[in-house]
């Protein structure tokens, strides 16, 4: 959430800043984090689950891009990307596409 | 982000009651209706006086003054003696061991004065969004060392946000995220975010309401049929 967009690399920078400052950066390697995707303001963020609690600490400790106030809000944490697209129909253009056909 | 404007994200975010703290808790009263512009008051929304007393002597007066017109009276301080007091008086609902960026200390007589007197310990998270480096680990560090003597006597802790601008707040799962860098467990940190509060809640319903005697005496009246 902000008054104004936010870039992508600019939102990487800050999430891996911030993680790096929060876990450190062999705490940040282990933990796997990795922006997937971001656009219209939403993304998914991608790490191991037993660093979780971490990340999403890590992401909630940025408050700040480009100078902006921003709030990271997490929305829900799932197993798969499929399952985390599901939990915001409107994320991205995964949410455009037709369900797989068996 | 004006106080108007907070309410969508406490909405987005999940959020039904709402503790706001002042240290001015009458004024708060008065312009609580005030609050949100855009009509009425999505939450139910309890009014917590704020209190900050530079020793502990003039805590007692402070304390009395607010529980006449505060829902809940929260102290604040990191000097060892005014939690002491703080802890000791059954009046006082929470206490925010940390001032202006700076943790306190406690010790075990403290952490068993609080648990008798049924306080809360509240960790604040919007000092930690706002620190960096030093200031954020001695934060992390500060509170992290009172949790194993909180948990010995089953003190109960409170995850609150702190926040000074609507950019302070974060959703309960970052919340409990930040508990679990407290060194809470996961049970805890969902305890710290929901049911230590609900538990304040009923308690305070509790004494409020006519059947209440004194802790742990209520007058309890047969069913009529």
Do not use: W
């Not at chain 2, 530079?54 to 009276?73: C, N, Q, T």
Request: hydrophobic residues 45%; glycine residues 8%.
């Amino acid at each position: 959430m902000s008054d104004a967009p936010v870039e992508r690399d600019a939102l990487i920078n800050a999430v891996f800043s911030s993680a790096c400052s929060v876990l450190g950066d062999a705490g940040t390697a282990h933990s796997g984090l990795m922006v997937l995707g971001f656009e219209n303001g939403k993304g998914i963020v991608r790490c191991r689950h037993t660093a979780a609690a971490d990340v999403i600490a890590a992401l909630g400790l940025v408050s700040s891009i480009n100078g902006r106030r921003v709030i990271i809000h997490v929305k829900g944490v799932s197993g798969t990307i499929k399952a985390a697209r599901k939990k915001d129909a409107s994320y991205g253009s995964a949410a455009a596409r037709p369900p797989a056909s068996k | 982000m004006p106080f108007g404007d907070v309410a969508p994200v406490l909405e987005t975010f999940g959020f039904r009651d709402l503790l706001v703290f002042s240290e001015d808790v009458r004024a708060l009263k008065e312009t609580r209706a005030d609050l949100f512009e855009h009509g009425a008051c999505p939450f139910a929304l309890y009014a917590c006086a704020d209190i900050r007393a530079p020793d502990a002597g003039k805590l007692p007066g402070k304390i009395s003054a607010a529980r006449a017109v505060a829902d809940f009276v929260a102290v604040r301080s990191a000097d060892e003696k005014v939690m002491r007091a703080a802890v000791e008086s059954s009046s006082v609902d929470i206490l925010i061991p940390s001032e202006r960026g700076k943790v306190g200390a406690i010790n075990h007589i403290v952490a068993k004065a609080a648990a008798d007197n049924n306080i809360a310990f509240a960790f604040e998270t919007a000092p930690l969004i706002n620190s960096r480096g030093y200031r954020r680990a001695k934060l992390i560090a500060g509170y992290s060392e009172m949790v194993p003597v909180l948990r010995r006597y089953g003190v109960p802790v409170l995850l609150l946000s702190g926040a000074e601008s609507g950019y302070d707040l974060r959703d309960p799962l970052t919340q409990r995220a930040f508990g679990e860098l407290f060194t809470l467990e996961p049970s805890e940190c969902r305890a710290a975010c929901a049911e230590n509060f609900q538990n304040m809640l009923r308690r305070a319903e509790l004494t409020e309401s006519e059947h209440y005697v004194m802790n742990g005496v209520e007058i309890v009246r047969p069913r009529e049929e």
